[in-house]
């Protein structure tokens, strides 16, 4: 069974840096084809693609926040963080990571629960 | 975005409802589709155009034609009132985009 579950600060403040952990079991970041992926949503507001890393260490990012972001993995700890710099409150959002199982399929199957992140001073 | 959805539809309980979802990068790349449900995250109800993962009931169905796909709910329940979501690759084909989302009401 495919869990992830991610973690970080709840509050920040402008033009701080977010740092969020997706923990995951049930696969590994080192089998050929699978990814984990970043997604954001503001309240009220539509599901924001942020950014994915392959079991290759082949990274994506977002082109409207690709300067901002940095997406990382550690396969023996079955972690991936997300590091968002220069917060705004318009990145106030809830924070999801999911599971891709084929680099070539664009579908994520299994998601985390979120995690909120409010900006604010 | 580049994928375009249609914000509300409705359909009556029982009967048959499609859900589109638009963009040139579906001519070339397979659309999934994410049901979300208050405070709840995603779902991911059909892929690669037509595949149910386990636990979807079978009266959803996807299909594409040209740059439109679509999810169709056949015999819908109230229990499918969500917002949908559509994702696929961009055009570049190197990352993912997701539609607006579609607010389905079952009435």
């Known amino acids: 069974q495919i869990t992830l579950k991610e973690s970080g600060p709840t509050l920040v403040k402008p033009t701080q840096t977010l740092t969020l952990t997706c923990t995951f079991s049930?696969?590994?970041?080192?089998?050929?084809?699978?990814?984990v992926g970043w997604i954001r949503q503001p309240p009220g507001k539509a599901l924001e693609w942020l950014a994915v890393?392959?079991?290759?260490?082949?990274?994506r990012y977002s082109p409207s926040l690709k300067s901002r972001l940095t997406v990382t993995k550690d396969t023996s700890a079955n972690q991936v963080v997300l590091t968002m710099t220069n917060m705004d409150p318009e990145d106030t959002a809830t924070y999801y990571c999911?599971?891709?199982?084929?680099?070539?399929?664009?579908?994520?199957?299994?998601w985390g629960t979120g995690t909120t992140v409010t900006v604010t001073s | 975005s580049e994928l375009t959805q249609d914000p509300a539809v409705s359909v009556a309980l029982g009967q048959t409802v499609r859900i589109t979802c638009q963009g040139d990068?579906?001519?070339?790349?397979?659309v999934s589709w994410y049901q979300q449900k208050p405070g709840q995250a995603p779902v991911l109800v059909m892929y690669?155009?037509?595949n149910r993962p386990s636990g979807i009931p079978d009266r959803y169905s996807g299909s594409r034609s040209g740059s439109t796909a679509a999810l169709t709910i056949i015999g819908a329940q109230a229990e499918d009132e969500a917002e949908y979501y559509c994702?696929?690759?961009?055009?570049?084909?190197?990352?993912?985009?997701f539609g607006g989302g579609t607010m389905l009401t079952v009435l």
């Open positions: 999911a599971h891709k199982p084929d680099y070539y399929d664009s579908n994520m199957n299994v």
């Open positions: 049930g696969f590994s970041l080192s089998t050929s084809g699978v990814g």
């Open positions: 890393i392959y079991w290759d260490d082949d990274q």
């Open positions: 990068s579906l001519r070339n790349y397979y």
């Open positions: 690669a155009r037509d």
């Open positions: 994702s696929s690759r961009d055009s570049t084909g190197d990352l993912l985009v």
